[in-house]
T-cell receptor, first 119, second 111 residues
Framework: AQTVTQSQPEMSVQEAETVTLSCTYD???????LFWYKQPPSRQMILVIR??????QNATENRFSVNFQKAAKSFSLKISDSQLGDAAMYFC????????????????FGAGTRLAVHP | DSGVTQTPKHLITATGQRVTLRCSPR?????VYWYQQSLDQGLQFLIQ???????AKGNILERFSAQQFPDLHSELNLSSLELGDSALYFC??????????FGPGTRLTVT
């Protein structure tokens, strides 16, 4: 079974600085997707960024980028120029790329990292 | 706004009771997923439906059941509630090919 581990329960960063959140995963599959979700105090789950395992190029979305190391099974999220609105819980998630007739597979989440942003 | 709606937003009930949580997926999405977010278990997949049929089951208790109706909305039924069932319940939907979009969640408190 696949597992996702986030070893940093809490992180903090100064406004305008850069922070990196860590995530490791375990799988025997070769094709899969990895995601970072943001959960602000409103509790809404917001997709931040996604990475396809078959792509060597690291995904980037504005101030958010990932460092995907497939061999090491590592998937970290870098937030540049941190803003107060970035304060939230961040979840790393895995999804198998196997697609059944019923659509895509379930998401498997890590325990989350709470990010605090200080002015 | 993801386009996925969930009702009610908050639910407070007593142990032993039964509740129904409702989810309306995004227009055109055939798949509905239910997740439970609790303090001690994190975010866990419960069950998935596709076009009215159950497709996958996760760590869903026997006291819990779900269904997806012809109009594609889904309901999660929780019975014989225990204190430990207090959690945030998310519904997500996806098209046959595509990402999962999460609803705002239903916060269940069992007293």
């Amino acid at each position: 079974a696949q597992t996702v581990t986030q070893s940093q329960p809490e992180m903090s960063v100064q406004e305008a600085e850069t922070v990196t959140l860590s995530c490791t995963y375990d799988t025997s599959e070769s094709d899969y997707y990895l995601f970072w979700y943001k959960q602000p105090p409103s509790r809404q789950m917001i997709l931040v960024i996604r990475q396809e395992a078959y792509k060597q190029q690291n995904a980037t979305e504005n101030r958010f980028s990932v460092n995907f190391q497939k061999a090491a099974k590592s998937f970290s999220l870098k937030i540049s120029d941190s803003q107060l609105g970035d304060a939230a819980m961040y979840f790393c998630a895995y999804r198998s790329a196997m697609m059944f007739s019923g659509g895509y597979n379930k998401l498997i989440f890590g325990a989350g990292t709470r990010l605090a942003v200080h002015p | 706004d993801s386009g996925v709606t969930q009702t009610p937003k908050h639910l407070i009930t007593a142990t032993g009771q039964r509740v129904t949580l409702r989810c309306s997926p995004r227009s055109g999405d055939l798949s509905v997923y239910w997740y439970q977010q609790s303090l001690d278990q994190g975010l866990q997949f419960l069950i998935q439906y596709y076009n009215g049929e159950e497709r996958a089951k996760g760590n869903i208790l026997e006291r819990f059941s779900a269904q997806q109706f012809p109009d594609l909305h889904s309901e999660l039924n929780l019975s014989s509630l225990e204190l430990g069932d207090s959690a945030l319940y998310f519904c997500a939907s996806s098209p046959t090919q595509g990402e999962q979009y999460f609803g705002p969640g239903t916060r269940l408190t069992v007293t």
